[in-house]
Structures are given as structure tokens and as C-alpha cells.
């Protein structure tokens, strides 16, 4: 089973820019499945980010696509995000998820990224 | 900009049967939404129940079960437990690689 695990700062100051990473390991981010991210801001409920495929190809949350860069390294089977000129209203937890139209989703465990000077 | 509802909270009693909704601002939810369904407890992350409508995730009691009712996709909890109270998440699929998830329902099982 696919199992996910995202790192990366926990305080992001800011106007500054976020950047997460996702290690995948019990599978392989060059098989043909996307692969998203999503995030919670505390008490509130989940927002899809983005996505990529293996390919390099990615699709973006049109609300957050003019700041968002989501690519996967397949020579560390991993996945990154970069969201750059962020608030306060970018603290979340952010999530490196499987999310496919015909095979099993699958979540990391998330990161808590906290935006303050 | 699509909307995807949720009921903000439903009740169930012990035993009982439940079933939380999942639909659009504008249109019918059908299969080709792939509707999947999320459980998530305070301070943990998302638990996959049910994805592609009606596909249980491995190691989901078949309680647990995915439909389209009525335009919108459903989940039905059937013989709900106490341990089965926690905020559920949807997800549809819109095409052209964008996925919206609802706002949640917080199910409390009294």
C-alpha cells in the first residue's frame, strides 16, 4: 500500500514563498495516477490545491493556480509544492494525497504550515 | 464558480441508519463525478471510506456503503456506532482535472 509523507518549514513568513515536499514510497510517482495536493486552515473544511502526473503535466485550483507550482522528481519519488506571495490566510494543513478517478485515495498524514512574521 | 454542498450536520442514533448527501450548486452529481467520500477525526488527517461512487476503500466495514440518490451522491451508514461520529468529506470530480470538495458534515451518533 502507498504510503505518503510530506515535509518541509513549518513557519513560512509572510509575502514569502511555501515549499513542501511528499515522499512517496510503496509505489512509484511514475505510475499513471495523479497525484494532489489539499489543504485544511484550522476549523474549516478541505481545499484541493492541485495535481500532477508523472509526465509532468498538472492542473491547478483556479482560485490559487496564479501562485501555485506543483512537480514530482522521479529520481527521488517525490512530489513537491511551492506557493509563493502567501498571507496569513495560507495557514493550513497541507496534505499530499492520491487522489485518482478509479483507484484507491490515498493521504499523507499532513504538515501544519503557519504563516507569521 | 461550482459549489459543492453538504449538509452542515446530521444526527443519527445508535444503531440506526444514516445518510449524508453530497451535491452540485447547479446540477445533478452522477457517476462520471466520481464521488468519493473521506471520515477525518479531530487532529487526524482523512480516512478514505468510498471512492468512484460505490468502491469501499480496503479494511471499511461494508456499514459503509456509496450511491447516487436523487441527483446527489450519497453515503449510508448502516447500524451507526458511537465511534462512527467525525466530520465527513466529499469530493467530485468536474472534469478537466479539477476535483471540489464540500464544505463537510459533522455527524454526531446520540
Known amino acids: 500500500q502507498v504510503q505518503l509523507k510530506e515535509s518541509g518549514p513549518g513557519l513560512v513568513k509572510p509575502s514569502g514563498t511555501l515549499s513542501l515536499t511528499c515522499a512517496v514510497s510503496g509505489g512509484s510517482v511514475s505510475s499513471s495516477y495523479w497525484w494532489s495536493w489539499v489543504r485544511q486552515p484550522p476549523g474549516k473544511g478541505l481545499e484541493w490545491i492541485g495535481e500532477v502526473y508523472h509526465t509532468g503535466n498538472t492542473n491547478y485550483n483556479p482560485s490559487l493556480k496564479s501562485r501555485v507550482t506543483i512537480s514530482v522528481d522521479k529520481s527521488k519519488n517525490q512530489l513537491s509544492l511551492k506557493l509563493t506571495s502567501v498571507t496569513a490566510a495560507d495557514t493550513a494543513v497541507y496534505y499530499c494525497?492520491?487522489?485518482?478517478?478509479?483507484?484507491?485515495?490515498?493521504w499523507g498524514q499532513g504538515i501544519l504550515v503557519t504563516v507569521s512574521s | 464558480q461550482t459549489v459543492v454542498t453538504q449538509e452542515p450536520s446530521v444526527s443519527a442514533s445508535p444503531g440506526g441508519t444514516v445518510t449524508l448527501t453530497c451535491g452540485l450548486s447547479s446540477g445533478s452529481v452522477s457517476t462520471s463525478h466520481y464521488p468519493s467520500w473521506y471520515q477525518q477525526t479531530p487532529g487526524q488527517g482523512p480516512r478514505t471510506l468510498i471512492y468512484n461512487t460505490n468502491t469501499r476503500s480496503s479494511g471499511v466495514p461494508d456499514r459503509f456503503s456509496g450511491s447516487i440518490l436523487r441527483n446527489k451522491a450519497a453515503l449510508t451508514i448502516t447500524g451507526a456506532q458511537a465511534d462512527d461520529e467525525s466530520e465527513y468529506h466529499c469530493v467530485l470530480y468536474m472534469g478537466t482535472g479539477i476535483w471540489v470538495f464540500g464544505g463537510g458534515t459533522k455527524l454526531t451518533v446520540l
Open positions: 494525497a492520491r487522489l485518482d478517478q478509479l483507484i484507491q485515495h490515498e
